[in-house]
């Protein structure tokens, strides 16, 4: 139990364009859906905490006009990297809250590559 | 706050040796803690928790040791193998603060020698 996916699991993109990144938690409700970077070497810095069926709320520092974040379900939430740049170029993971406890699984991550 | 390093510490250890890696948290109103391991490429994936409520709690191979006097946290892992190689990090929360967000430790990296 307790699976979480991310699609797609790695992707190269061109500047300017968009990604978007899918996160599914498999076999629970997660009513709190969590984003995360990760530089090579580093721990995880959290960029933005996704609830079901509201705003997210972004970490200091964090555009949220180029992070755009939505949870429409209880079971899904996305991530799309708008006009993407080579600077943007990280390791996104997510992370799913199951609505009945606080520990948060983890998805496998999705490598983004922007030329 | 968040802890990000770009050195992380390195731990190595032979092949059915025992493993403690070590973590300090700062927010003294964290009442809960994960250990998670990230391999190479991968998401963390979770190992074991404990709630400040503990002191103490195993798991299969696994042991995490709580001290909130010295706001300190370890894991042990018993005889270690090559399959264990991987960052170990230390996350903390404050479930009393919106959402449960975890703050995160900066990792540690245990290499396994066969």
């Known amino acids: 139990g307790a699976v979480v996916s991310q699609h797609p699991s790695r992707v190269i993109c061109k500047s300017g364009t968009s990604v978007k990144i899918e996160c599914r938690s498999l076999d629970f409700q997660a009513t709190t859906m969590f984003w995360y970077r990760q530089f090579p070497k580093q721990s995880l810095m959290l960029m933005a905490t996704s609830n079901e069926g509201s705003k997210a709320t972004y970490e200091q520092g964090v555009e949220k006009d180029k992070f755009l974040i939505n949870h429409a379900s209880l079971t899904l939430s996305t991530l799309t990297v708008t006009s993407a740049h080579p600077e943007d170029s990280s390791f996104y993971i997510c992370?799913?809250?199951?609505?009945?406890?606080?520990?948060?699984?983890f998805g496998p991550g999705t490598r983004l590559t922007v030329l | 706050g968040e802890s990000v390093g770009l050195h992380l510490p390195t731990l190595s250890v032979q092949e059915g040796d025992n493993s403690i890696i070590n973590c300090a948290y700062s927010?003294?109103?964290?009442?809960?803690f994960i250990w998670y391991k990230q391999e190479s490429g991968k998401g963390p994936q979770f190992i074991i928790d404990?709630?400040?409520?503990?002191d103490k709690r195993q798991g299969q191979r696994v042991t995490v040791l709580l001290n909130k006097t010295v706001k300190h946290l370890s894991l042990q892992i018993a005889a270690t193998q090559p399959g264990d190689s991987a960052v170990y990090f230390c996350a903390e929360i404050s479930t009393g603060t919106s959402y449960g967000k975890l703050t995160f430790g900066q990792g540690t990296i245990l290499t396994v020698h066969p």
């Open positions: 927010n003294s109103a964290s009442d809960y």
């Open positions: 992370s799913a809250r199951d609505y009945r406890g606080d520990t948060q699984y």
């Open positions: 404990i709630r400040s409520n503990m």
